[in-house]
């Protein structure tokens, strides 16, 4: 079972920038999708970025343009850097991988809170 560990959420005013990391404990080629989620306060968990391997980085559409997803193979980490921040970006991240077999492993999500 992969272990996943991000960081980088924190407390930022609105139009801020935060860089969020998800450093995996094996080799990110083994993993088919990575991805970024989010999940605010009575509201679902919902994707915010992933790519898969072999085709591009697919974003929600409320963070096109604001928010960049990002890999360094040689120390198993991806990134999420966001910038231009909003209010309602408000909400736990986590990072996720599936493998070729469809398992999934979650990170322990770390909260981003964006203030007016």
């Known amino acids: 079972q992969v272990q996943l560990v991000e960081s980088g959420g924190g407390l930022v005013q609105a139009g801020g920038s935060l860089r969020l990391s998800c450093a995996a404990s094996?080799?990110?080629?083994?993993?088919?999708?990575l991805g970024w989620h989010r999940q605010a306060p009575g509201n679902q968990r919902e994707l915010v970025a992933s790519v898969t391997s072999g085709l591009g980085v697919v974003y929600a559409e409320s963070v096109k343009g604001r928010f960049t997803f990002s890999r360094d193979d040689a120390s198993n980490t991806f990134y999420l850097q966001m910038n231009n921040l909003k209010p309602e970006d408000t909400a736990v991240y986590s990072c996720s991988v599936r493998n070729r077999w469809l398992q999934t492993s979650w990170g322990q999500g770390t909260q981003v809170t964006v203030s007016l």
């Open positions: 094996g080799s990110l080629s083994n993993f088919r999708v």
